[in-house]
């Protein structure tokens, strides 16, 4: 038998294959095309989704500098609106975090404490990064700290993974002992902070260096 098989036969065998094998092809063709069209939609989306975000943060931020530069009612309350609509309509993103953060900024020049512990806490319960996340906990704590919440602010001290920001903990520590009256303990912080300024590489500041003479004045 010969293995060479004519023109009208390998056209027989191809009708044949097709009629097997056709519709599965073409339905295998047609998923992988989808999972293609569906991968790109989902990537342009996703850019999409942060460029308006950036967008939206850059407005705000914009918005943010009119008032500080005349506020008015009017402005402050499209600034409330902006960054709630960050928060609300992009909060998978970094921005929504930094409107939240800016709604705390703004509500702590108000004298508005609870709306600042608000805002820190949603951004708390918002995926932050690890910077982000330790700014807020040591923004949340000042807030804590001055609502007489000495509990909850120790709480939030009292982590240790508090990387290049361990002075800043250590600093508050200080503050809050001293307010307790307990010297030793806020020479122990303020000590502490200086040498882990130092440990950056960094020169202490000289408030931390007024706080250190202040408690040891009572020692």
Sequence with gaps: MSDYRTDDEQVELLKNWWK?????TLISIAVALALVFSWRTWQDSQQATVDNASFA????LDAVSAVETDPDDIKIATVDFMAENLK???????????AAFLKARQAVKDDDLLTAEEEL????????????????ELRLAKVLFAQ??????KALLAREDTGAFTHAFLELKGDMLVNEEDYQGAVDAYTAAEMAVQALIMKPPQTLAMKLAYAKSFL
């Design 20 to 24: 097997e094998n056709g519709s599965s």
């Design 57 to 60: 943060y850059q407005e705000l």
């Design 88 to 98: 609300e309509n992009y909060s998978g993103s970094g921005y929504s975090n930094f």
């Design 121 to 136: 806490r949603w951004v708390l319960n918002n995926n932050p990064s690890t910077e982000m996340g330790l700014v807020t």
């Design 148 to 153: 007489n919440k000495a509990d909850e602010a």
